[in-house]
T-cell receptor, first 110, second 117 residues
Framework: DAGVTQSPTHLIKTRGQQVTLRCSPK?????VSWYQQALGQGPQFIFQ???????QRGNFPDRFSGHQFPNYSSELNVNALLLGDSALYLC?????????FGPGTRLLVL | AQTVTQSQPEMSVQEAETVTLSCTYD???????LFWYKQPPSRQMILVIR??????QNATENRFSVNFQKAAKSFSLKISDSQLGDAAMYFC??????????????FGKGTKLSVKP
C-alpha cells in the first residue's frame, strides 16, 4: 500500500514565477490538506480539498490556489512567487481524523 | 483560536533512557484530537501517537506513551528505552472535531530531540 507521494522533491524558482506541486494521497483517502513549513517552524495550514472542492483555508493569500482531481490527487499552485515562499510544502491525506503526510517538496525562491 | 505550545526547543537523552516532551494547548472546545508527529532529517512527518479528548485513558504505542491532562490542557509524550533512531523534531498538533470531519491540524513549533549513544 503506497503512502502519500509528492512531486517534485526539490524545486528552484525565481521571484515572480509560478509553481505547481503535486500530491497523490494514500490509497482509500479522499481528503488532501496542504501545509507550508518554514525552516525551524511547525507546519502552517494552507487549505484542504474534499470532493474536488476547497473546504477549508488557512491564512494564505489568493496567490496560493489548488485543485483536487476525481482520483483524489491534488495540486498546489503558487503565483507571483516571493522570496518568503521558500519553504517545505507538505501534503497530507486522510479519510477520518488522522492525517498522513508525504515527504514534502522543498521550494527555493531566488 | 486554538494554539499549541511546545516550550522545549531542544532536548537530549541518553540511549536506553526515558525522556518526556511537553506540550500545552489552548482551546474552548470540549472534544478534539491531539497528535504527536516525528520529523527526522529526511523531513517526512511520521505519526507517532494520537489521543481523542473524550477518552480518559492515555494512548500508548510500543515505547511511546502520552500523559493527557485535559483540565490542565497538557499533552506530554514519553519515550521509553530511547533509540538512536528516535532523534528527530517532534511536533505536537491539535485538531478540532469541527470544520467537517477533516479539520486542519494546528502545530506547535517543535522540539528537537537528540539521542546520545
Amino acid at each position: 500500500d503506497a503512502g502519500v507521494t509528492q512531486s517534485p522533491t526539490h524545486l528552484i524558482k525565481t521571484r515572480g514565477q509560478q509553481v505547481t506541486l503535486r500530491c497523490s494521497p494514500k490509497s482509500g483517502h479522499d481528503t488532501v490538506s496542504w501545509y507550508q513549513q518554514a525552516l525551524g517552524q511547525g507546519p502552517q495550514f494552507i487549505f484542504q480539498y474534499y470532493e474536488e472542492e476547497e473546504r477549508q483555508r488557512g491564512n494564505f493569500p489568493d496567490r496560493f490556489s489548488g485543485h483536487q482531481f476525481p482520483n483524489y490527487s491534488s495540486e498546489l499552485n503558487v503565483n507571483a512567487l516571493l522570496l518568503g515562499d521558500s519553504a517545505l510544502y507538505l501534503c497530507a491525506s486522510s479519510l477520518m481524523e488522522t492525517q498522513y503526510f508525504g515527504p514534502g517538496t522543498r521550494l527555493l525562491v531566488l | 483560536a486554538q494554539t499549541v505550545t511546545q516550550s522545549q526547543p531542544e532536548m537530549s537523552v541518553q540511549e536506553a533512557e526515558t525522556v518526556t516532551l511537553s506540550c500545552t494547548y489552548d482551546t474552548s472546545e470540549s472534544d478534539y484530537y491531539l497528535f504527536w508527529y516525528k520529523q527526522p532529517p529526511s523531513r517526512q512527518m511520521i505519526l507517532v501517537i494520537r489521543q481523542e479528548a473524550y477518552k480518559q485513558q492515555n494512548a500508548t504505542e510500543n515505547r511511546f506513551s502520552v500523559n493527557f491532562q485535559k483540565a490542565a490542557k497538557s499533552f506530554s509524550l514519553k519515550i521509553s528505552d530511547s533509540q538512536l533512531g528516535d532523534a528527530a523534531m517532534y511536533f505536537c498538533a491539535y485538531r478540532s472535531p469541527y470544520g467537517g470531519s477533516q479539520g486542519n491540524l494546528i502545530f506547535g513549533k517543535g522540539t528537537k530531540l537528540s539521542v546520545k549513544p
